[in-house]
């Protein structure tokens, strides 16, 4: 259960007498990009009421100044590694409302132990805002590989005129393995190349809800055979205590017979570096596609930089950019937050997410 319910009387305490401009605080680091300004000033052109702060742009700490600023902040936009880096976690008494611009909020719900406390202000996140670039990611390895594209730049840098056979989509299956928007997103991509989408859900959608892009449904406990059938597996899971190490042990075995390609671009901790390099090496796996680690930055030793079927990037399949999509977004959760409705994407405190 949320500590907040967004429902509640929250959102009614928010509402101001006439005349008042209720403060709102920027606590984000995107250096060498305008975009806090973008943010502020594109939302100030349809609330000009609201009153905005930008704190710490281009740096990672806070001055005594900023602190004392921040404390009379009743919402917040914010990057959540700032909250946790100059523990302000339960240290701003009048903040109601934080919306974090990840889609993942897991290091800050894992900061907390499980039975808590947790804060009592309401936290949400970027839910839909990073669909579309991380289904880009997906789809540019995809057609990478199997049009070859890098290994004809070789061919023509040796002047080689060399034919490759390849696959077509459409004679693939796609697993997905995470499916909440992202995953919705991703499958949409697939069916447009006639692909064959799996997806692992925790429960059968009912009559009528089901996804018109998916073709057949596993629950957790058939991931075997989701593997088994997939040429590619993309992992979207959250950082929760029951996805640690969930493709661990001999799970990526069931991939062998297809030599599946395995895309991580959700978080690090479903499955251990050493994993990926032993599915390699054994051959149940055909390649990795990696946006997130256990560890990041990966650290310059591991031999996952070093594999040569291992494509590694740092945690760029999706960034945070677009400020007047953020600025839109939030406008309309500000307006439903004043009158007390329930916000979209509003982050349980128990599940993580």
């Known amino acids: 259960m949320l500590s907040v319910d967004p429902s509640s009387s929250v959102g009614a305490s928010m509402r101001k007498e006439e005349g008042t401009r209720p403060l709102v605080g920027i606590l984000a680091t995107f250096v060498g990009s305008p975009l806090e300004r973008e943010i502020a000033d594109a939302v100030q052109?349809?609330?000009?009421?609201?009153?905005?702060?930008?704190?710490?742009?281009?740096?990672?700490?806070?001055?005594?100044?900023?602190?004392?600023?921040?404390?009379?902040?009743?919402?917040?936009?914010?990057?959540?590694?700032?909250?946790?880096?100059?523990?302000?976690?339960?240290?701003?008494?009048?903040?109601?409302w934080m919306h974090c611009l990840w889609a993942g909020v897991d290091r800050f719900t894992r900061s907390f132990s499980p039975s808590g406390p947790y804060p009592s202000y309401l936290l949400?996140?970027?839910?839909?805002?990073?669909?579309?670039?991380?289904?880009?990611y997906v789809f540019g390895y995809i057609i990478d590989k199997e049009r070859h594209i890098t290994e004809m730049?070789?061919?023509?840098?040796?002047?080689?005129?060399?034919?490759l056979p390849y696959r077509?989509?459409?004679?693939l299956t796609l697993g997905i393995v995470g499916f909440?928007?992202?995953?919705?997103?991703?499958?949409?991509?697939?069916?447009?190349?006639?692909?064959?989408?799996?997806?692992?859900?925790?429960?059968?959608?009912?009559?009528?809800?089901?996804?018109?892009?998916?073709?057949?449904?596993?629950l957790s406990s058939d991931?075997?055979?989701?593997?088994?059938?997939?040429?590619?597996?993309?992992?979207?899971?959250?950082?929760?205590p029951s996805t640690d190490g969930f493709f661990d042990g001999d799970m990526l075995s069931h991939c062998a017979c297809k030599s599946t390609i395995f895309m991580n671009i959700g978080r690090g901790n479903v499955i251990k570096d050493e994993t990926i390099i032993a599915a390699l090496d054994r051959g149940w796996i055909g390649g990795a596609v990696l946006d997130v680690f256990n560890v990041e930055p990966l650290p310059g030793n591991s031999?996952?930089?070093?594999?040569?079927?291992?494509?590694?990037?740092?945690?760029?399949?999706?960034?945070?950019?677009?400020?007047?999509?953020?600025?839109?977004d939030f406008v309309q959760n500000y307006n439903r937050f004043l009158k007390g409705d329930t916000l979209p994407y509003a982050v349980d405190w128990v599940k993580g997410y």
């Open 45 to 96: 052109k349809t609330r000009p009421d609201i009153r905005f702060e930008v704190f710490v742009r281009g740096k990672p700490t806070i001055s005594e100044k900023e602190m004392e600023d921040l404390k009379s902040c009743e919402i917040l936009i914010a990057d959540p590694n700032i909250i946790l880096e100059n523990n302000l976690v339960n240290n701003l008494p009048n903040l109601k």
């Open 124 to 136: 949400t996140r970027n839910g839909d805002f990073f669909c579309i670039q991380m289904a880009e």
């Open 153 to 163: 730049k070789k061919l023509k840098e040796q002047s080689l005129w060399k034919r």
């Open 168 to 171: 077509t989509l459409s004679e």
């Open 180 to 218: 909440g928007d992202i995953g919705k997103e991703i499958a949409r991509v697939a069916k447009a190349f006639q692909m064959n989408v799996w997806a692992l859900v925790k429960s059968f959608p009912k009559d009528g809800e089901q996804c018109p892009h998916v073709d057949e449904y596993r």
């Open 223 to 240: 991931l075997p055979e989701l593997l088994a059938a997939s040429d590619y597996v993309v992992s979207i899971l959250p950082s929760v």
């Open 303 to 328: 031999p996952l930089w070093t594999h040569p079927k291992v494509f590694v990037t740092p945690h760029i399949a999706a960034l945070c950019k677009n400020g007047a999509k953020i600025a839109g």
